[in-house]
Structures are given as C-alpha cells and as structure tokens.
C-alpha cells in the first residue's frame, strides 16, 4: 500500500470534519433546512382518447392540460433554476405550445421566469432567476399533448425535476369512439313470429385501433317494432362483446337489425323477414259502432284471422257474423263473407230495429271471436236541458243538452260518437247562433253544450234545433233573447240629401243600443240627451 502525503491526509481530515460539523449543525435544537415548493398536478390528461394518437389512424388532435404549477411560501420559496417537466413514454408534446407564468403577490416581486416555457417533444421547462419572498406560483398553461401510438394500455406521470421533483399529473390512452359491427350475424333471416333466431347475434364493440370497449348495447328493430325483444336488451359487453341471447319478433314484417350505443350505430346489412305463427283466433280489428234502422253501421266490422301475436294470417275462409246480444233487431246484410286474405270487412252491414247493448260475433268454423263492444241503434234527438236566460250577445244562462236516443225513453248509454249540431229553428231573420264548440260529440248518449257558451246576437223569440244525419231532430222550447246593455248610440235613420234652409226629406234617429245593435228600451241606461 502507497503512504499518503501529509499535505493529502491533511485535507482529507479538514473534509471529514466539514461534514461532521454541517451534520451536526442540521441536528442542533432551532436549525432550519428549507424545502422545496410543492407541486400541484396537471388535470385533464386521465382520459386521453386513442382516437388523437399521432400514429395512423389516429387524428393526431392534441389534449391540452391544465397545469401543473409549483407553489412556494415564505418558507419554501422558489429559488433560482430549472423546473422541468418529462413526458412519460407513450405521449408527446406539441413541441413550441404552451406557456410558463408566474402568479401571486408581493412575494413574486423578486422572482423571474424570463422567457417562460420551453417546450419540445419529450420536455417542457422554465428557468427562474431571483428568488420568491412568499406566496408564489409558477403556472404552466397550455400544455398539449397526444398519444404517440393506438395501442392500450398506456399511462404515466410526468416527471418533475429541477427546482421540486416528483410526479406532475398522469396521463392515461383510453379507448376511442366506439365502432360497432355484427361480429355474429343473427340467422336465418326469415323467422316464424315468436321463434328466435337459431343463432343469435353478437355485437364487438371497438375503436379505430381495435381496442375493444366495455360498453352497454342495445339492440333494436328498424322501423321500431313492439315484438322485437332479446333476454336481455341492452347487453354489456364482455371483452368487447355483446352476446345477445332469445332475440325474437313477435310481429310480422320486414325488419333490419340495428345495434347502438350512444351515437355509434350498425345495421345488419340483410333485412329479417318475419312470418306470422300459426292462425290461433279471429277478431274484430274494426268494431262496428252506432246505427240507425235504416242506415249501415258506421263504421262497419272488420275481421282478421290472427297467430297468437295478432298477426293477420293469410290463409282462405268464410266467416259468418252474428248478432249475439243486444234489442229485438236483427242483423242483416252481413254476409257470409268468403276471404282469402284471412280478412273480411263488412260494407252493408246494418241492425233493423232500434235497441241499445248489441253485440257481434265472428266465426270461421273453427275459431270464434269475443263479442264486439257494445253499441246501439239509435232514431232520435231530444232536450232535456232546454236553452233560456237569453241577452243579445251573452251566452245563455241555461245551456242546451241533448240525447240520443232508442225509441222515446231509452237513451244510447253506448253511444260516445254520433256528432249534435245545434242550429236557429226559428226566430228573427239575420240572426247568428254562436257555439263553440258545435257539433258536440255525444258521450254515453249526452250532447252538452254547457262548456259551448252558445249566444244570440239579435232580440226576439227564438226555437233551435238539434240534429245528426239519420236520426229525428229535436226542437226546443222557445225563449226570448233581451237586449244587452247599452253600450252605444247608433242612427237608426240617416239623414238624406237636402236643400239649404229646407228640413231634411228624411230625418235622423237615434237609438241607444247595445254592443250588437239591438236597441235598449228599458233599464238606467235607455234614455239619453
């Protein structure tokens, strides 16, 4: 071994003793080590979407970060340096973009960025001179930064350095936009209404780079149909898959298929075809309604034979229509209808007597329908509210009702569809009844006028009449209309042409009148200078 020089053993023994020394004095009671100012984290970089990736087929669109900042105090005060932000690999910078500002008080009065940040690909910094005094912030905005690669996964922090060091802000790649496609198509394409699909369908869900997506798939029929239903609709997707399971329609047509999840959308690109299931009942598709004994039902009965999804089946039979309930008239003009469509509808179909409760049936020899819903068969209009309270131009203190009705007493309780207008009978010539609304639509055999605020606009005594086509029209009782109050001076005789000096060949008059003209000759208000 080689012996040291003194001068060499000299100094190494003055270094050691240094060291000692400013290790003790960090030891002794009220020494102070200053530390370095904290970091606040950069936002907005966690959810960073494959899509901007810089790589084909990304659009190389740059997210840009709020943040980070370093923030000093009086006690942990921003000196002279170099902070310095790295990317972390897997992203970049837009190198020359953004920015490095200083925010605070007083206490920033003696610190300096100079030139602010310096931005490349891989690292932004800021280099300071002075030193803070207090409260005081270096804040980079404007950051912009983007996925170098469409690959999953992808994350890190950006790593400070410098004046405080430690992580900045993580920046995550997630998934991009979702691209859906029918990884399993549905078959076959022609189904039996009710019968899913031998081979269900299979929804993937990815991105532009074949990431795959956790996401929630719905499944839908175009145009939207109520048969269509899957055990479970919408269906997550597992591994980028939605696996759909019982997919079926109910209801005969042609359909396309088509998957969704938020705004991305696929069709299957062969339209499902669907049939109806086997015919298992016949029904009234349109019921037959009100009538009179010399007019049709309107409107006449339409009858389908249907699967047990009320698809129509195409197939040929007679069908023969009935009366099953209802008053002493019979059905007549009502077939037996042949079809080869699996649909009969009725043109002349007509009750013979009035009567109120009817109901129809339908049979094709093998199935029977449910009775149609009650209707009746009505001849006339009566009151039984008559008009009366009346002022020119007032609606009627006592509003008209009518019925309609089956024979003299029995009011058509079925009967929610017959239209009644209201009308003059009689009465002065140039009159004008108002009502709104008129006609008014019976309900349960009731015609009310009661919310119509019906009125008459001229004095006299008057009859109205309320009609429907085929039914007797009823007239009311008569009642007088009043003059309204006055309102208004008005001549009723206008001066003609004269010669000077010489009276007038006709003379003017006067009326005090009410707002429709009519002249008020009684009450405060009918005599006037």
């Avoid at 800021?126 to 804040?139: F, L, P, Y």
Wanted: charged share 5%; glycine share 12%.
């Amino acid at each position: 071994m080689t012996p040291q020089s003194p001068r060499l053993v000299g100094l190494h023994r003055f270094g050691v003793a240094l060291l000692a020394s400013l290790m003790l004095a960090g030891l002794l009671p009220g020494a102070v080590l200053a530390a370095p100012p904290t970091i606040t984290p950069a936002t907005g970089g966690t959810a960073i979407p494959a899509d901007t990736a810089a790589a084909s087929p990304g659009t190389g669109t740059y997210t840009t970060l709020g943040g980070p900042s370093l923030d000093g105090t009086v006690a942990n005060p921003i000196v002279a340096g170099t902070w310095t932000l790295t990317i972390p690999s897997g992203f970049e910078f837009q190198s020359g973009a953004g920015l490095a500002a200083l925010s605070g008080g007083a206490g920033c009065a003696t610190l300096s960025v100079g030139a602010g940040a310096t931005v490349t690909t891989s690292a932004a910094s800021v280099t300071t001179t002075g030193a803070s005094t207090g409260v005081c912030s270096i804040v980079f905005s404007g950051l912009a930064v983007r996925p170098t690669a469409g690959t999953l996964p992808t994350s890190g922090s950006l790593t400070s350095s410098g004046l405080a060091s430690g992580p900045a802000g993580t920046l995550t790649e997630v998934e991009g936009a979702a691209i859906l496609s029918f990884r399993v198509a549905p078959s076959p394409t022609t189904l039996t209404a009710g019968v899913p699909f031998a081979t269900q369908p299979t929804v993937r869900s990815q991105d532009r780079f074949g990431n795959l997506r956790s996401d929630s798939i719905t499944l839908a029929s175009v145009p939207a149909s109520a048969g269509f239903s899957c055990t479970v609709n919408p269906k997550p997707t597992v591994s980028g898959d939605a696996v759909f399971a019982g997919c079926k329609f109910n209801t005969a047509g042609t359909f396309v298929l088509r998957a969704s999840v938020g705004s991305a959308s696929v069709d299957f690109g062969t339209a499902i075809t669907v049939n109806p299931a086997a015919a298992s009942k016949i029904v009234f598709t349109t019921q037959p309604a009100r009538g009179t004994p010399s007019s049709v039902l309107s409107p006449q009965p339409v009858v389908a034979i249907q699967d047990a999804f009320n698809n129509t089946v195409v197939m040929s039979a007679t069908v023969t229509i009935t009366k099953s309930a209802g008053g002493a008239g019979s059905l007549v003009s009502c077939g037996p209808f042949a079809t080869t469509t699996g649909v009969v509808s009725g043109s002349t179909c007509r009750i013979d007597a009035v009567g109120t409760g009817y109901t129809l049936t339908a049979t094709d020899g093998t199935r029977t329908s449910l009775p149609t819903s009650l209707f009746d068969i009505s001849d006339r209009i009566v009151f039984t509210t008559q008009p009366s309270g009346a002022v020119a131009g007032v609606a009627f203190t006592t509003q008209p009702v009518a019925e309609v009705r089956a024979g003299t007493s029995t009011r058509s309780l079925n009967d929610s569809s017959t239209p009644v207008t209201l009308s003059i009978a009689s009465g002065p010539s140039g009159a004008t009844l108002t009502c709104s609304p008129n006609p008014v639509t019976a309900s349960a055999g009731i015609a009310s006028f009661v919310g119509s605020s019906c009125r008459l606009d001229k004095v006299g005594t008057y009859t109205l009449l309320a009609s429907s086509s085929g039914l007797t029209s009823a007239t009311s009782s008569s009642f007088t209309v009043a003059a309204g109050p006055a309102t208004k001076l008005g001549f009723t005789a206008q001066p003609s042409s004269a010669t000077t000096t010489q009276a007038f060949p006709i003379q003017p008059v006067v009326a005090v009148q009410d707002a429709g003209g009519n002249t008020v000759t009684s009450g405060t208000n009918s005599t006037a200078t």
